[in-house]
Structure formats: structure tokens, C-alpha cells
């Protein structure tokens, strides 16, 4: 009997990192084989904050692009105090930019120039309203007092019912959502609200960090939560839903700096990302909804036709390489050295 076998529009990835250098050489190949667009995160060091600067990195990813693969990289913004409506209206007119990113200062990986208070941003939130370009939020408070895991609430509560009262019309992406809490504030708000689900959310609890011992390599931001909400988010990713869509939010780091005594969040996911997505559908029996989640709610959501190309993956386990080699450095990937349900054929 042969394989059972999928066939879908060719998915996007609605939330990705790339780095830039050798690590973009290495890395971008592993998006490229299955997502036929990505949007692009600007936490570079320094971040990406001007229209000039994206464009220049976005000819640095093309140019990393394999001979023989396609790849469109959607490339956003990194929102400091410092940026102007000016270069938004800037960010609209030129045809590569389709977003905005707004970290919290000390959110996460190179946030350090994010924005420390929201309150003071309402004129460029005012013209990205204007001009209809989306927010996107990684969306967790910094205060020290609040505990990690309740982060991501405390922001929805403190921050983004405000954003989405005081600007209605501004389409808004809460990315990487992570909670019960988040899935039933999106589900609320109104459609100009939409929510990325990483597929690592999907498939570990936060015990999967503390698994025989500590576990740098699912540590990421923000943090992995509780069962209760991974099933929140398998439920909402399954629903059909079009205002719940993929963002794999890969984030490769050297394993040297995971393994350490203060190691970077982030889980590297690009390898084995649409595979392990379609064994997520397949294990809530909802495989005939990954298509919507993948390739539909994305593009529509930002406007943007949906893709022509198509992929096939088939139910045949394979094993994922230990260790990625970069430069001098080595990356370990989700799942490495494990088996994997799904193949991309
Ligand atoms: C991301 C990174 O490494 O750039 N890390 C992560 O844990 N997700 C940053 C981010 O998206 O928070
Ligand atoms: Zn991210």
C-alpha cells in the first residue's frame, strides 16, 4: 500500500528570522524548499529600521537564494522611538515592504532598541493606519515583576486592547501567539486582527524544557506555556479560522550561544517546519484544514495573492540531521536526530 500523500498550495511563512552573513547562506535554502514567501524580521544587529536598509537586506537574501530555488522575501520594519511617519509613507510606496514590527525594548533576541513606551509611537501607528500598512507585535510586557510565563496576557490587558481601540482600522498581527488567552482575544477583536502560530507552540508544553534536565534548545520567546494552552493553540490553528495562520518564528542561533550558562532564545525550525505542522494536523485529525492555515490566511489577510506553485508531502518518516553546519559555526534544528512523520517530497 503506498503512502497517504497531501497536495497543497505552496505555504508562506508569515513570521521568520534569516540573520544575515554566513548564517543566512546556511539557513535561507531550508525556507526556501517549501514557503514560497516569508515576512522577514528586522532584529538584525543593528536592526532594519529604514526603508534603505531593508531594501539593501532584502538584495542580501536574494542573493543568498540557491540556483534553481524561488523565494519572495516580505521585508518589515523595526520600530524605534525614532521613526518618523515620514518613513512609513516611505515603507508603503516602496513595493518591498509590508510591515511594521514593534518589539518591547528588552523583549527578546536584539530588542534592546525596541520601543520602551508604546504610548509615545501614536503618531506612526496613526499613519501606518492611514497608509494601511500591518503592525506587527511581539507581544509580551518587560516589567520584571511580571512573571515570564503571564507576559503575554499582562500585554493583551495592558497594551493591545488599547492599540486596537485607539486604531481600529489598523490591521494588527499578535505574533507567535502562545496562550489560551491570546486565541480568545483574537477571536474577539475585530477582523482587522489576526494571530501567527509557530508550529514548536504546537507540539511541546513547557515541560519540554525542563525534560531530564534543562533544555536549551526549546527555550524561546515567548516561552513555551502550559498544556492547556498548547491545546488552545492546536484547537485555533485546526479551527479553520482565517485570522489564525502560519509563522514558524525560526530563529536560528549558534549552539554555543544556546548552550550557555545565559543562552539566546530562539528554536530553529525552518528544516522541518511544513512537516511537522502537517503532523500536527494529522494528529487532530484535521490534515484537510492545513492548506487554509498554510497557504490561504496569510495572504489574505495581507492582501497579497495567494501562491500557484504546489507542494506534496507524503506520510513517510525520516530522520532530521543532528547538527547544521554555518561558518565555523553549528546550528541544532528542532528535532534533531529524530523522526519525523511527514516528508516533503
Ligand atoms: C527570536 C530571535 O532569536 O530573533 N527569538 C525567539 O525566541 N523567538 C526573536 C523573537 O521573535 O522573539
Ligand atoms: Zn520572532
Known amino acids: 500500500m503506498s503512502n497517504q500523500q497531501l497536495r497543497i498550495t505552496k505555504p508562506d511563512d508569515w513570521h521568520l528570522h534569516l540573520r544575515d552573513g554566513d548564517m543566512l547562506k546556511t539557513v535561507i535554502a531550508d525556507t526556501a524548499r517549501c514557503f514560497a514567501r516569508a515576512i522577514v524580521m528586522p532584529n538584525l544587529k543593528p536592526p532594519v529600521t529604514t526603508v534603505a536598509e531593508a531594501e539593501a537586506y532584502r538584495r542580501r537574501i536574494l542573493a543568498a537564494v540557491p540556483e534553481g530555488m524561488t523565494f519572495d522575501p516580505l521585508m518589515t520594519l523595526y520600530l524605534t522611538k525614532n521613526t518618523s511617519p515620514d518613513e512609513i509613507r516611505r515603507a508603503k510606496a516602496s513595493d518591498a515592504i509590508y510591515a511594521v514590527k514593534v518589539y518591547p525594548a528588552g523583549a527578546?533576541?536584539?530588542s534592546e532598541n525596541g520601543v520602551r513606551d508604546l504610548n509615545k509611537v501614536d503618531a506612526v501607528l496613526e499613519t501606518m493606519q492611514e497608509v494601511d500598512l500591518p503592525l506587527l507585535l511581539h507581544g509580551e510586557v518587560t516589567d520584571r515583576e511580571i512573571d515570564v510565563f503571564d507576559r503575554e496576557a499582562v500585554f493583551i490587558e495592558r497594551h493591545l486592547q488599547q492599540i486596537n481601540t485607539r486604531f481600529p482600522a489598523l490591521r494588527t498581527v499578535l505574533e507567535?501567539?502562545?496562550?489560551?488567552?491570546?486565541?480568545?482575544?483574537?477571536?474577539?477583536?475585530s477582523e482587522r486582527v489576526a494571530a501567527t502560530i509557530t508550529v514548536h507552540h504546537l507540539l511541546?508544553?513547557?515541560n519540554a524544557i525542563f525534560e531530564g534536565g534543562l533544555r536549551p534548545h526549546h527555550y524561546c520567546l515567548p516561552l513555551l506555556k502550559r498544556e492547556t494552552h498548547r491545546q488552545a493553540l492546536v484547537k485555533a490553528a485546526t479551527s479553520g479560522d482565517p485570522k489564525f495562520f502560519l509563522g514558524t518564528d525560526s530563529a536560528p542561533h549558534p549552539k554555543n550561544a544556546k548552550e550557555s550558562g545565559c543562552?539566546?532564545?530562539?528554536?530553529?525550525?525552518?528544516?522541518?517546519?511544513?512537516?511537522l505542522y502537517a503532523e500536527v494536523?494529522?494528529?487532530?485529525?484535521?490534515?484537510?484544514?492545513?492548506?487554509g492555515f498554510a497557504s490561504f490566511h496569510g495572504p489574505d489577510f495581507?492582501?497579497?495573492?495567494?501562491?500557484?506553485?504546489?507542494?506534496?508531502?507524503?506520510?513517510?518518516?525520516?530522520?532530521v540531521p543532528e547538527l547544521i553546519r554555518t561558518g565555523s559555526d553549528e546550528i541544532l534544528p528542532l528535532r534533531a536526530g529524530t523522526d519525523v512523520a511527514w516528508r516533503l517530497i
Do not use: K, M
Open 108 to 110: 527578546t533576541t536584539n
Open 176 to 189: 507567535h501567539v502562545t496562550t489560551q488567552d491570546a486565541v480568545d482575544y483574537v477571536l474577539e477583536a
Open 204 to 206: 511541546l508544553n513547557r
Open 263 to 275: 543562552g539566546c532564545a530562539g528554536i530553529y525550525s525552518a528544516p522541518v517546519a511544513i512537516e
Open 281 to 291: 494536523f494529522a494528529d487532530a485529525d484535521a490534515l484537510d484544514r492545513l492548506e
Open 302 to 319: 495581507y492582501g497579497l495573492p495567494r501562491n500557484d506553485d504546489r507542494i506534496t508531502l507524503e506520510a513517510q518518516a525520516w530522520s
